[in-house]
């Protein structure tokens, strides 16, 4: 993997599309770059060693709870809202499930269902016309 410096490296358990950023018309133009990194657990640790800072977004404890034993550093649980742009990437925890609506886990039943990491930055804004 080709290691780069991050701007801002955000740690999630989901992506949107509201989390691009607008450009001067308002519009979310954004080439964007999905990389599978698995279950490898040192390519996001490498990733995180490579960015100038880290920033948690996971939206539930139990996951930020896995997370933090996973990546063996803290993650906490914060909800807000991120605008990324050009220089940042977004750490994804993935669960390869759907869960029925409103399921919250514990950290237990978490770690028994099959997830990977994915990485989501911006390669190019654009005009779009």
């Known amino acids: 993997m080709l290691v780069v410096k991050w ?5 999630a358990n989901a992506f949107s599309l509201a989390m691009l950023r607008e450009d001067k018309a308002g519009e979310q133009n954004a080439l964007l770059e999905i990389r599978d990194l698995g279950k490898d657990v040192s390519k996001v640790k490498k990733l995180i060693e490579n960015s100038e800072n880290v ?4 939206g539930h404890e139990s996951t930020a709870e896995l997370l933090s034993k996973l990546l063996e550093m803290e993650i906490k649980a914060d909800r807000k809202s991120i605008k990324i742009r050009h220089g940042d990437g977004v750490i994804v925890f993935q669960l390869m499930q759907r869960l029925p609506e409103g399921k919250i886990l514990s950290t237990e039943e978490l770690q028994n269902l099959d997830f990977k990491f994915f990485l989501v930055s911006i390669v190019d804004a654009r005009e779009v016309g």
Do not use: C, E, K, T
């Not at 701007?7 to 740690?11: A, D, F, L, S, V």
């Not at 920033?55 to 996971?58: A, N, Q, R, T």
């Open 55 to 58: 920033i948690s977004v996971v």
């Open 7 to 11: 701007r801002n490296m955000y740690i």
